[in-house]
């Protein structure tokens, strides 16, 4: 081989290990709707909130870890897939529930970045239904990522369930940076 050629080889060798790298993420909470005192419809006003979701710093995400990324040298994050489903009671549908958004916050900033209408008449029936929101997939979460603390707020609309549901919500990240 000419030493040119080496040469060659070896800078795109380099340029290879130096690309950044891309994985996928799964961030879970549950959160319980309270039921509807008895007899009486009352409004959805303020969607419970999952505590995994409301200080999350992705130095401490396994598969931050597990790829040897900081949240510093994350480039981009995108949302691939968020979904809200019923965990109990199993029969449960999601009929109560009109509306939902998914929100990140980061200090006094905050972008919407998965939202769906129309729920309670998508026929989505028992047992454990799931949701799946529209999401922005031109959005980059990046700056929530790489804040030293960043929430997920959830936001619905509809009227409390005749008795208690258990909701569990995921939320699928497409993480862009570090090294291979």
Known sequence: MSYASFLAVAA?????ACSPSSFTTEVRGEATVPASPAGTATLLNAFPAISSFSALDFNENQDFKNRDVTKDEVTRVQVKK????VLSPNDQDFGFLDSLEAVARAGN???????????AGLGLNPPNPTVELNTDGSLDLRSYVAAPSMAIILRGTGR?????VRVQAT?????EGGVL
């Open 12 to 16: 795109g060798l380099s340029l290879t």
């Open 160 to 164: 409390l369930p005749e008795r208690e």
């Open 109 to 119: 900033s905050e972008s919407r970045f998965a939202s769906r209408a129309g729920i």
């Open 171 to 175: 939320v699928v990240l497409e993480v």
């Open 82 to 85: 968020m979904t809200l489903k």
